[in-house]
């Protein structure tokens, strides 16, 4: 798709947006319908319909006095446009990216996606519950995450540094995951899915709430995957390696039990999840085209939470929770001149208590403040390998303070900071500004500023095998983060923002000759822009666009696997009563420079969707065909991904990913 082309669809789908908008009814107006913003006073105009988000400040507040830039991603359009992971879902989010090396699937965010790295830069959440483990500090974003996407209530989306409430990891961002609750799924429901390569998926979930009080939400979830039958890597086209086809490795299994229970101000939940993957690529070096190569994660963790408001201008919060994270993998090598065949085994193990106490309270009608305080107790570190046997503990601990001033009626400022000390490696402070302008009620300016920081995981702290070695001196990664924020709202159905951003990030930590050492500055700048529209009739769509310039510091050169252009648009159309929807969703994504210096190639995918509820009581069904013109193309690889013959390095450029494929999917209430 050449550049005319792109102008001349973005042109045509935002005349089809705007001119929608016209027959539509405006969703809980109060006087009689008009969509022409000069028609409505000032009392509709407060009733515009701008979502909330809790994850923040940690308290709820409207999207348009959030102290960052914010999108929603609501369970409405999960099933509309037939997302089957949080990385699906992120792919349509303006500023963000998804690679996967066909075991992990990994996140972009305004150009920053280091081969290599386990996501370790932002921070997913669920229910406010830290998912990041405390060995590699990934954060799960495909299959591997904990939790069926059937059982989120919304998503939320915050971008830019948020260290000043959560310390390490909220780095780039936070992704926030709010689940559903037991009292709107009122009952039992089924669904099943399958799809390509032999992929099926079952849940079965019940909720309630009694007359006792008591609300339960329980729900247990099985995937499997046969993966691609035959995958072809250019690079390891030689008789030795089997021409470069590796076959029926690409295998997957997974299962979930979930449950959360809560009464009056209690809530207890727990989560258990294990994920296994078969890997293709013949990463490390190890034996090609052997379906022994595999890895294993499980999480899980029991956590109690509690929420009191004090009147009608305070509240008190606090949860304590244990949580377990479980990594093994099994690495096959070939018979070399200097042994026979084995199979390298690597584990992970960790264990950790966590507790959080917060105190929001107004003052003086115009200060919201929040308070709080967070430790960990980190008293399961562990690492296995062929040579290695590290066992380690540590601790953590973090205290916050936020003020909300509402200065004038259209006028807020949110300041807040953060201190976290570390057992490993000391403190570090982080401050958050946020003014937050409204000249009129649908018009929202906002001036960001933050720092943030990444400690140094065990992992990078303290792993050595054969060719690795520890580096115990590492010290914390730094960012800093200045953004202006425009959000415009075209009466109660059209909303447009335009964002610009800068940051700058020093110390970030890079594996250098089997070490990592703290050597690389990176200077970043980029521009998003998006339109938006939801009507009552069931219309909705978002375009977006997303530019990016993301560069070493020292060289001046544009970071791997760091696309300068991003764009989204997608488009939910309702026929029959809003009984069915019509969904398609369009990708691109700009070329990106390789490990290796070559060049991974832009690309363009397509998903289209249809799905119908309510045709029969309680049953929807839905039909989803991925990348729908089959487009072939690449991830940038890591440096792990070679391959060592007759003492020649073979190395990945780009992995391939899937192209056309399909899922039918059917859910029914009881």
């Known amino acids: 798709m050449n550049s005319r082309t792109i102008t001349v669809s973005a042109a045509l789908i935002a005349a089809i947006l705007l001119t929608s908008a016209a027959p539509s009814r405006a969703k809980e107006q109060r006087s009689k319908p008009s969509d022409d913003l000069m028609d409505l006073g000032i009392e509709q105009l407060l009733q515009l319909d701008v979502p909330s988000v809790y994850g923040a400040s940690k308290y709820e507040q409207r999207v348009t006095d959030a102290p960052a830039s914010v999108s929603i991603v609501t369970a409405e359009e999960i099933k509309k446009y ?16 998804v690679s996967s090396d ?12 280091r081969p290599g790295d386990y996501n370790t830069r932002v921070l997913i959440l669920l229910d406010g519950h830290r998912l990041n483990d405390n060995v590699y500090d990934q954060a799960p ?16 989306i915050i971008r830019g540094p948020s260290s000043s409430l959560y310390g390490s990891s909220a780095f780039l961002g936070v992704i926030n995951v709010v689940t559903r609750q037991g009292k709107d799924m009122k009952g039992v429901e089924v669904t099943a899915s399958g799809g390509s390569r032999e992929s099926y998926q079952g849940q079965i979930s019940y909720g309630n709430k009694f007359t006792t009080g008591l609300e339960t939400l329980v729900s247990g979830t099985v995937f499997s995957s046969s993966g691609q039958r035959q995958l072809f890597f250019p690079e390891y086209a030689i008789p030795e390696l089997n021409n470069g086809v590796a076959d029926n490795a690409d295998r997957e299994r997974a299962y979930t039990l979930y449950a959360k229970l809560s009464l009056q101000e209690l809530t207890l939940t ?34 109690l939470a509690y929420r009191h408001k004090i009147e009608d201008h305070s509240e008190l919060s606090a949860h304590l929770s244990y949580d377990n994270y479980h990594y093994y993998g099994e690495y096959p090598y070939g018979a070399t001149s200097a042994g026979p065949p084995f199979v390298s085994k690597d584990a992970a193990l960790g264990e950790w208590l ?18 709080g305080g967070e430790f960990r107790n980190n008293f399961t570190q562990n690492q296995a390998a062929t040579t290695l046997d590290d066992r380690r503990t540590s601790r953590e601990y973090g205290i916050y303070l936020q003020d909300e001033w509402q200065i004038m009626k259209n006028l807020i400022l949110n300041a807040g900071v953060r201190y976290d000390r570390y057992s490993t490696f000391g403190g570090s402070s982080n401050p958050r500004l946020g003014l937050i302008y409204r000249p009129v009620e649908t018009t929202i300016l906002k001036l960001l500023y933050g720092t943030a920081f990444r400690a140094p995981n065990v992992y990078e702290l303290y792993y050595h095998d054969i060719g690795l070695y520890a580096n115990p001196f590492l010290q914390p990664e730094k960012m800093t983060t200045y953004e202006a924020v425009y959000e415009q709202y075209f009466g109660q159905n059209l909303r447009t923002s335009l964002s610009g951003f800068y940051y700058q990030a020093s110390k970030l930590i890079s594996l250098v000759g089997g070490t990592y050492i703290n050597n690389a500055n990176v200077d970043a700048k980029g521009l998003e822009t998006e339109l938006s529209g939801k009507w009552a009739n069931g219309l909705q769509g978002r375009l977006s666009y997303t530019y990016l310039d993301a ?17 989204t648009f997608n ?31 832009g690309f363009i995918t397509t998903n289209l969707t249809l799905f119908s509820h309510n045709l029969l009581p309680g049953l929807e069904l839905s039909a989803t065909a991925y990348n729908l013109f089959d487009k072939r193309y690449g991830d940038p690889a890591a440096e792990e991904h070679y391959q060592q013959v007759n003492g020649e390095i073979h190395t990945l450029n780009t992995i391939p990913q899937d192209g056309r494929n399909f899922r039918i999917k059917l859910g029914y209430r009881f």
């Open 270 to 303: 727990t989560l258990f999840s294990s994920r296994n993957k078969t890997i293709p690529t013949g990463s490390f070096g190890t034996q090609f085209n052997d379906t022994g190569a595999n890895t294993t994660d499980s999480r899980s963790y029991l956590t």
């Open 141 to 156: 974003i495909g299959n591997e995450f904990p939790l069926n996407i059937d059982l989120i209530d919304q998503i939320e």
């Open 354 to 371: 966590e507790g959080e106490l917060q105190y929001n309270r107004r003052f003086f009608q115009r200060h919201l403040w929040t308070v």
């Open 551 to 567: 560069r070493d510091m020292d060289t001046n050169t544009l970071l791997t696997n760091a696309p300068r252009h991003l764009a």
């Open 571 to 601: 488009l939910s159309l309702p026929f029959l009563e809003k009984r069915v929807f019509f969904s398609p969703e369009v990708v691109y994504t700009g070329p990106r420079s390789t490990v290796t210096g070559a060049t991974a190639g």
């Open 82 to 97: 037939g997302y089957r992971t949080i990385g699906d879902i992120m792919r349509g989010i303006p500023g963000f990216y």
């Open 102 to 113: 066909r075991n992990y699937s990994y996140l972009g965010i305004r150009g920053f996606n």
